[in-house]
């Protein structure tokens, strides 16, 4: 099955500048030091797409917000299988 969904950031403003080039060049590095337990300006926020009814087990799909030096944003989208 398919999913929709839609997430709305109503402040960018606090934006975290992402500076460092190797994490600018490797989302997965970024995805692997910033988990989904780990607190951002904006995000993680996502969901759970595999779960277990006890929330032992999950797969959470998520998303982080950051601006690169010259002010562009940048969305990563991270999956964290703990």
Do not use: H, W
Not at 24 to 40: D, E, R, T
Not at 56 to 67: G, H
Not at 71 to 79: D, F, H
């Amino acid at each position: 099955a398919d999913v929709d969904v839609s997430f709305k950031v109503e402040d960018l403003s606090k934006v975290e500048v992402l500076a460092d080039p190797n994490l600018l060049a490797s989302p997965q590095l970024i995805c692997s030091k910033m988990g989904a337990s780990v607190n951002g300006e904006v995000g993680p926020f996502g969901l759970l797409v595999l779960a277990s009814q006890d929330l032992q087990e999950q797969t959470a799909v998520f998303f982080r917000v950051y601006k690169s030096e010259r002010n562009k944003l940048l969305v990563v989208m991270c999956s964290d299988q703990s």
